[in-house]
């Protein structure tokens, strides 16, 4: 992986990069609660989750490198929140990181290129759920003015546990 001092750079997603987003995200569906999924995925299992996110548009997939590493560090991304006609002007929002990546401000780099890229879109809010307890990343969202809205309780089970969602929006 990339040293604490190498730049880090980040683009839109491209297909060439589902096998390492795929294991980032497994990572998270075999290890934690952050995701509610609890079956790892393949690479083609996930091909229709990275073709929802095109280059352009109000749903985006922003990933984040080192310069000269092919590791994926981290990725952003900005989905439909719910999927009736009213709400095509709001969105989801997620930031996964690589877990040796963490504490380097890849969560911050991506979430601010993210939101770069959505100013120019037909949205209004945007809406992240934090799986509890996760400070970094309710610290993250607060950063970029999300503020927290309400808290679904004990709303997921995974790994024998209930787990609680906050919920978080932000204005567009």
């Given at each position: ?55 352009d ?32 002007t ?20 991506l ?35 999300f ?5 679904y ?14 919920w ?5």
């Amino acid at each position: 992986m990339p040293s604490e001092h190498e730049e880090v750079q980040v683009r839109p997603g491209t297909e060439g990069d589902l096998t390492a987003l795929t294991d980032l995200y497994n990572h998270y569906v075999r290890e934690t609660a952050i995701t509610f999924d609890t079956a790892p995925f393949t690479p083609e299992e996930r091909r229709p989750w990275l073709l929802s996110h095109p280059v352009d548009g109000p749903h985006r997939l922003m990933v984040a490198t080192g310069a000269g590493s092919q590791g994926i560090l981290g990725y952003a991304t900005s989905s439909p929140f719910r999927p009736k006609p009213a709400y095509t002007t709001s969105v989801e929002t997620t930031v996964y990181v690589a877990p040796d990546s963490g504490r380097r401000g890849i969560g911050t780099l991506l979430y601010k290129a993210l939101f770069e890229a959505l100013a120019g879109e037909d949205l209004h809010r945007a809406y992240a759920g934090v799986a509890q307890p996760n400070v970094a990343s309710t610290r993250l969202h607060e950063r970029f003015g999300f503020r927290h809205v309400g808290t679904y309780r004990e709303v997921g089970r995974k790994f024998g546990r209930w787990w609680d969602v906050a919920w978080y929006e932000k204005p567009l």
